[in-house]
């Protein structure tokens, strides 16, 4: 079992930028896809970026958003600029094992989630 905690989240001016963690404990994830999703209030969750061998962004984030991870601490990082009210969701860090992580469905673990709010 592998289990991910989000931190970081909060309450920021647009345009600023905020760095979100997650951590995993259990098991080692250097080698799992790691994603990253959100979901804003009446919308379903989407796909913001994901880390598996290269990295991966979603149009709306690619630009302002850069996702990395630090094998040693088992810990991925999105590091979100240019903060836009759109951004507006509770963001969810998944673990696929497989490596992949192309679809929502294959990623076997989620944390609890992290709220982001943008004010204009």
């Known amino acids: 079992q592998v289990q991910l905690v989000e931190s970081g989240g909060g309450l920021v001016q647009a345009g600023g930028s905020l760095r979100l963690s997650c951590a995993a404990s259990?098991?080692?994830?250097?080698?799992?896809?790691m994603g990253w999703f959100r979901q804003a209030p009446g919308k379903e969750r989407e796909f913001v970026a994901r880390?598996?061998?290269?990295?991966y962004y979603t149009d709306s984030v690619k630009g302002r958003f850069t996702i990395s991870r630090d094998n040693a601490k088992n810990t991925v990082y999105p590091l979100m600029n240019s903060l836009k009210p759109e951004d507006t969701a509770v963001y969810y860090c998944?673990?696929?094992?497989?490596?992949?992580?192309?679809?929502?469905?294959?990623?076997?673990?989620w944390g609890q989630g992290a709220q982001v709010t943008v004010s204009s």
């Open positions: 259990g098991r080692t994830v250097s080698t799992y896809a």
């Open positions: 998944a673990a696929d094992p497989s490596g992949w992580g192309r679809n929502l469905g294959d990623y076997r673990y």
């Open positions: 880390i598996s061998g290269g990295t």
